[in-house]
């Protein structure tokens, strides 16, 4: 079994309290408007995804739908390079920084399934993943939950919101390969109905900002991000859940060996391949230690989901794409 050299990251999760309903009734992107009659097929169309809409800009969709007609709009290969959804079908792509032009950045919006009740905690999160066409990274994620709808707001190319989370980061966020989740609790005022997700603060504020050593004329002078997984729920129903960890996997795509980062488990994982149609197609017993490379090049072309599972019952996941 060969071992590559390509540096894993690797998505931990951290203990969060959290209930079991979603108040994002399309978290995942994977709802078209059932009016429309098209898969995204050019830029600024998130409103074909059910619920979702732009405060500021214009919020770029992709669904594995457009692969064939419009690819460019598809995944997981598409204008901004190569990543699959984290869950599903689909995902949005927000702007979120622009050189050289200061505080101008894109607005994901949708309205709440209910309005949230004064002085109950609230947990939300959503993940997301540097595009490959970006020259720079940022930190200052967050989301503003609010009584008024924000789409009202006057115009311009920033809006002067306080994040209603605090995501707590020493680092830009670069990460080109994996999905980063970025969450936090709150307290309700009462009567909040509206989900604005972007960067938050001016770019000045931002002190992990961040030219990619990589750095290409060809790309997007600027940091775009992919979003998928938005969910907020009410602390408090199910008590302490400890949510499943990602699988660090990479290249991904693969060819021949894919490398798989762990995660910190007190005993041995369990990890199982399935394809597209739910066969699995190679089981791994007894994997142990921080590292661990699979000889992927007999297995066919297409998307596999990998899932483990350590002694204790606790689950972890990751989706890769064999070319």
Request: aromatic letters at 12%; glycine letters at 8%; one cysteine or more.
């Amino acid at each position: 079994m060969r071992f590559g050299t390509v540096l894993i990251s690797l998505l931990l999760s951290t203990w969060q309290l959290r209930a079991q309903v979603n108040l994002i009734a399309n978290g995942s992107f994977e709802i078209i408007d059932t009016t429309l009659a098209w898969c995204p097929n050019s830029a600024g169309q998130i409103w074909i995804a059910n619920g979702w809409s732009t405060v500021i800009g214009s919020v770029d969709y992709y669904n594995t739908c457009s692969n064939s007609a419009y690819p460019e709009y598809g995944t997981p290969n598409n204008r901004l390079g190569v990543q699959l959804p984290r869950t599903g079908d689909g995902y949005a792509s927000l702007l979120c920084y622009i050189n050289p032009w200061p505080n101008q950045r894109e607005y994901l919006w949708t309205q709440l399934n209910s309005s949230l009740i004064a002085n109950q905690k609230y947990y939300l999160e959503y993940y997301v993943n540097l595009s490959d066409s970006s020259n720079f990274a940022i930190s200052n994620f967050g989301a503003h939950i609010s009584v008024n709808d924000t789409r009202y707001l006057s115009p311009g190319e920033f809006l002067n919101l306080e994040s209603s989370i605090h995501f707590d980061t020493t680092s830009a966020i670069n990460d080109t390969n994996g999905w980063t989740r970025i969450s936090g609790t709150f307290t309700a005022a009462g009567g909040e109905q509206y989900l604005t997700i972007s960067a938050f603060g001016l770019d000045t504020d931002d002190p992990y900002i961040e030219r990619l050593a990589n750095n290409n004329p060809d790309r997007w002078d600027g940091a775009m991000y992919l979003i998928d997984d938005v969910s907020l729920t009410r602390v408090g129903d199910v008590g302490i859940e400890e949510p499943s960890a990602s699988l660090g996997a990479y290249p991904n795509p693969c060819t021949d060996v894919l490398q798989l980062e762990l995660p910190a488990v007190r005993s041995p994982l369990q990890i199982t391949v399935v394809d597209v149609v739910g066969r699995s197609i190679e089981m791994l017993r007894s994997v142990q230690g921080n590292r661990y490379a699979i000889d992927v090049s007999a297995w066919p072309s297409g998307v596999y989901l990998l899932r483990g599972a350590d002694e204790t019952g606790r689950r972890f996941s990751t989706r890769v794409l064999k070319q």
